[in-house]
């Protein structure tokens, strides 16, 4: 298996793992007609804020998140002052010359503009803090149709890559890494096709989820009322609880070691 790259050099390889993200050369590669991401209505903001008593305030190791009127916030507290957040703002993609007329400082104020409607300390962090990501137009992918050839393979967001609502993107990756590992070192080149199949219908199914949630976040007037609504039912009969623990409670049998 032999790969051509941009800058004219040729590598390598019993086998050509495409791990290059949502838009992955590696997927059209393998099959020209591959779906395309799918832009999912939210633009991506993050950043930390230094020495702030937010992070004290804040319960530790816990995420606070806020399904906003505007705007979903989230914020986790480190242990040495710093506050991580993020916003997800729905809205259109955001394009080459927004992005390229747009500051530091109009991203934030505009940020800190929409959390301002909301009880919590999103605002505040945000007006203190600095961006450390900016305007990223959120996508998908689903069902890909072809995830390998004879000897290449798609793994993480090249070829199933859910809404970061899900949480799962990373970890997502890292379990392909592992069952894709152990496949090869049973069965070869032929363990391709059995990654694939102890693969396909959990992460199908994490960026199903995925896409459900980043539709809650919001919904409108009328719909956040049912929404918050609904939340309030299933936290009380513990739904959600055992949803959360169907993705995160899923282990993987360690692969065995290599023979020497």
């Known amino acids: 298996m032999w790969a051509d790259l941009a800058d004219g050099s040729r590598v390598g ?11 992955s050369r590696v997927r059209r590669a393998l099959d020209p007609g591959a779906p395309a991401p799918r832009y999912v209505g939210q ?16 319960a530790p190791e816990a995420w606070h998140f806020v399904f906003g009127r505007r ?12 506050v991580v957040w993020f916003v997800n703002v729905p809205r259109p993609p955001v394009g080459a010359d927004e992005r390229a007329r747009t500051t530091e400082e109009q991203w934030r104020a505009e940020l800190v503009d929409l959390a301002s ?18 305007a990223d137009s959120t996508h998908d992918l689903g069902h ?27 970890a997502m990756a890292l379990e392909d890494a592992a069952v ?31 896409a459900r949630t980043t539709s809650a976040k919001a ?14 039912a299933l936290a009380a009969t513990g739904v959600l609880e055992r949803d959360v623990l169907r993705t995160t409670a899923h282990r993987l049998e360690p692969a065995p070691l290599a023979s020497t």
């Open 180 to 210: 894709l590992v152990r496949a090869l070192r049973a069965h070869g080149l032929p363990g391709l096709a059995e990654y694939e199949q102890a693969r396909r219908r959990r992460v199908e199914g994490i960026v199903r989820s995925g």
């Open 219 to 232: 919904p409108g007037a009328v719909g956040r009322g049912v929404r918050d609504a609904m939340m309030r």
């Open 13 to 23: 390889g019993q086998v050509l793992v495409g791990a290059d993200g949502v838009w």
């Open 117 to 134: 409607a909301d009880v919590g300390p999103a605002a505040e962090l945000i007006a203190a803090g600095r961006l450390e990501l900016s």
């Open 144 to 170: 890909v149709p072809r995830w390998r050839g004879p000897a290449s393979v798609l793994v993480g967001d090249a070829v199933h890559a859910p809404s970061p609502s899900s949480g799962q993107g990373a």
């Open 43 to 58: 633009v991506n903001f993050g950043g930390i804020t230094d020495d702030t008593e937010w992070s004290e305030r804040l």
């Open 71 to 82: 705007c979903f916030t989230g914020c986790f507290p480190l242990t040495d002052g710093r």
